[in-house]
């Protein structure tokens, strides 16, 4: 939220995510679950603890509550561990936890998740990935000195054993680096997850596996609002991740047969499309990096249809007719096929065509 802080927000009402902009950015997602049950407590017995302890509620975490556990190594010549096994589905699956570097910054995620035991090693210190072992991993700061460690692998078993250690890896072997401990030493976590898919946003748990439901917005405006005969739509827009699926802003009739479309489409790239009665008008497809923001004007008229990227003019088609009976803006399809999930700074309707310098203006990074 705008403090700096996690917060859980209500059913019904939109989540506006400062991660990466003081002016906040609409949220939406889809379904997940943390499948981690007392996600906050590692004092909990469900913790196998190898070679250390664990003092509960020692500093405040990133929800503004005095609820961050400290992990301690004991005196041993070893690695240092907290352990569990989760039941999960086979296909990518993502580990995560909230850290914060005390007297000890290398924290390690060690997965059985491909198969075998692998070993990411995060820099709780300088915020950095130094050794990675699994499909792909990274490291966000949250402000505070805490860090959100993520790892994710394909897994073909329906059991995965973690853990989280305090150690260093032997890069050429994906060995641990065993360490005499001195009993007093050790780091901070919080807010465990384990999801299917990609990492989402943290999702709190209290003894059972918790889901967050898929995340919709759609039936803005009315007929009097959109103007069938030229207009333009306009979004500020990123994805979560490269899309492995469709997704869609639109205006339209309420029905697939009258509709514009800006999408996030399954192979990397953008497309914008105009149906009337059913036959496509005009479509357009370009390359971005859409897990970046981008800023995307698309005008139409009959027989008049461009569109402007990053104040960039990147595409006419002078032949179409445009659809008729808009009466509805949505984040999915037109009829609440294909919801889209991602951050959205800025999006914008307008009921007359703009000039080519308006539009340029309006997607550029001036403004």
């Given at each position: ?8 927000v ?105 198969g075998s ?21 990274s ?12 790892i ?89 991740t ?60 009959q ?65």
């Amino acid at each position: 939220n705008k403090q700096g802080l996690i917060e859980v927000v209500k059913s019904n009402v939109p989540r506006i995510d400062y991660t990466d902009t003081t002016n906040g950015v609409l949220l939406l997602e889809k379904s997940a679950t943390n499948l981690v049950t007392y996600s906050e407590a590692f004092d909990n017995a469900i913790w196998g603890k190898e070679n250390l302890t664990v003092t509960s509620n020692e500093i405040i975490s990133p929800n503004g509550i005095l609820s961050a556990d400290k992990i301690v190594e004991n005196e041993t010549n070893t690695y240092h561990a907290l352990s569990r096994s989760i039941n999960i589905s086979s296909g990518d699956n993502s580990i995560s936890v909230f850290a914060k570097k005390d007297e000890r910054k290398y924290l390690i995620i060690r997965s059985n998740l491909s198969g075998s035991n692998v070993n990411t090693t995060f820099d709780l210190e300088n915020g950095l990935v130094t050794y990675n072992g699994h499909t792909s991993s990274s490291i966000e700061s949250f402000g505070n000195g805490w860090y959100r460690c993520i790892i994710t692998s394909n897994s073909s078993t329906t059991s995965v054993s973690t853990a989280i250690l305090m150690s260093e890896i032997n890069v050429t072997n994906n060995t641990l680096i065993t360490y005499q401990g001195d009993g007093t030493s050790g780091f901070y976590v919080w807010g465990f997850q384990v999801e299917s898919g990609n990492a989402s946003s943290y999702i709190p748990t209290q003894g059972s596996a918790t889901t967050r439901v898929a995340e919709t917005a759609s039936g803005a405006g009315n007929s009097e609002v959109f103007n069938d005969s030229e207009g333009v739509l306009f979004a500020n827009i990123a994805a979560l991740t490269e899309i492995d699926t469709f997704r869609a802003i639109s205006i339209s009739s309420g029905s697939d047969n009258d509709r514009i479309n800006i999408w996030y489409w399954n192979n990397g790239t953008f497309k914008i499309d105009v149906h009337s009665g059913a036959n496509t008008q005009c479509n357009f497809d370009f390359d971005a990096n859409m897990t970046l923001f981008n800023k995307i004007a698309f005008k139409y008229k009959q027989n008049d249809f461009c569109v402007f990227h990053n104040g960039f003019k990147i595409g006419i088609d002078t032949s179409g007719i445009t659809p008729v009976g808009l009466s509805e803006l949505s984040f999915d399809r037109a009829n609440g096929a294909f919801p889209n999930y991602g951050k959205t700074k800025e999006i914008g309707y307008y009921d007359t065509i703009l000039t080519d310098l308006e539009l340029e203006t309006l997607t550029s990074y001036r403004t």
